[in-house]
């Protein structure tokens, strides 16, 4: 029988604990930097993390995620600053001490032990009592939906199943804190989507606080109560995933996160709010709304999604701002079709549009000539 839709949480409920200034941080990383002789892997971070998120490092191959990673699971030590988990200060506790565990890509499992005896490995290595062992092992078990699967060997199941049987055992010793290092990387894209749910599903059982670390922007997208996006040993932006994507604080993280129009121009205050920009003779303005301070004639890159954009045949009568150009390139996603755009001035813009009806029924195609239109509040103004 299918499940029913869940009810969407009252406002009220929001799970955001970083907007309460009372609130009391699990992870506090104090002014962190590590150094690999005269490489700075991670420079001067301060940053907090709490309770019961699920939280994303997202960035690049070498931004420095998988060495904070490693620095709270006690692998590294800091060079300079300290980390706090729970308020203690864990420079110099050894990994084996600490009450976090950490779920690793590859998922390391025993292959000459079963599910059930994988799971209750670390139990049995801190001599917890049998009946007691039976019991979280069978918790675990129900948790990650593997009841069926409990003799078999990781080589009997599927990767999903071992993926989960890893998390299984990672949770089994009820850890404060687990750190995920791109753990659903080795999985095929469909049962990526899939698992990733199944993810946020079993944190929000647990209350177990999730620390991940990705460089899959769809998949921090998903499951992150908050990101904190990376770049050289330093955070550039933390935020919930809505805001890091509609309100991107530079043009890094608006090139980062998604696809994006970046468009460069000189700035003209015309209302406390609005303001134009002018991106090239002969094409009329940008008009945007603005939240941060702009000085007239200030250079600014205006970031706009695809999607924002609409492509009409006729030119619009009810929108703040439009442009005339050619159809180059086409981008058929299934769901989505791309269009790449050039204006008369050779910027090219990229705009996305719902494939509502079948190909052989859709208004445009290559060489056509088309109306680009959106609104002032559809596009982010970005200083830096």
């Not at 813009?349 to 195609?365: C, G, L």
Request: proline share 6%; net charge negative.
């Amino acid at each position: 029988m299918a499940e029913k839709p869940r009810k969407p949480k009252p406002i009220t409920d929001l799970f955001a604990p970083w907007t309460d200034p009372d609130a009391k941080p699990l992870i506090e990383f104090r002014s962190v930097t590590k150094k690999f002789g005269d490489f700075t892997a991670i420079d001067d971070l301060t940053l907090d993390i709490y309770e019961k998120e699920f939280f994303a490092l997202l960035g690049p191959s070498g931004c420095g995620k998988t060495t904070m990673m490693r620095m709270l699971a006690g692998f590294e030590s800091p060079t300079e600053g300290e980390i706090l988990l729970g308020g203690k200060n864990m420079v110099g506790i050894p990994p084996n001490e600490r009450p976090v565990n950490m779920m690793f890509q590859s998922y390391a499992l025993f292959p000459h032990l079963s599910v059930w005896d994988n799971i209750a490995f670390g139990l049995k290595r801190d001599k917890m009592p049998g009946d007691k062992i039976a019991t979280r092992v069978e918790e675990m078990l129900r948790l990650t939906r593997l009841e069926q699967f409990a003799r078999r060997k990781p080589h009997q199941i599927s990767g999903g199943q071992r993926q989960r049987v890893a998390l299984a055992r990672s949770l089994a010793k009820a850890p404060k804190l687990l750190l995920l290092d791109e753990p659903l990387g080795a999985l095929d894209r469909k049962l990526r989507e899939e698992t990733q749910f199944e993810l946020m599903d079993i944190q929000e059982k647990t209350g177990t606080t999730f620390v991940i670390v990705t460089h899959d922007q769809e998949e921090a997208m998903t499951v992150a109560s908050r990101i904190a996006v990376m770049d050289h040993g330093k955070i550039i932006q933390v935020d919930t995933p809505a805001q890091v994507y509609e309100m991107p604080n530079s043009v890094y993280v608006a090139d980062f996160i998604g696809d994006v129009n970046l468009i460069e121009g000189t700035a003209t205050r015309t209302g406390p709010d609005l303001c134009e920009i002018r991106f090239h003779e002969g094409e009329p303005p940008i008009t945007a709304e603005v939240t941060s301070e702009i000085s007239d004639g200030q250079t600014v890159t205006y970031a706009i999604r695809p999607e924002k954009i609409r492509v009409s045949r006729d030119q619009p009568e009810d929108r703040s701002n439009v442009a005339f150009g050619k159809i180059i390139d086409i981008g058929y996603l299934g769901n989505v079709s791309t269009y790449h755009v050039e204006l008369a001035d050779g910027q090219m813009v990229k705009a996305a549009m719902t494939n509502a009806t079948r190909v052989a029924r859709r208004d445009f195609t290559w060489e056509d000539e088309v109306w680009l239109s959106w609104r002032e509040s559809a596009g982010v103004v970005l200083t830096q």
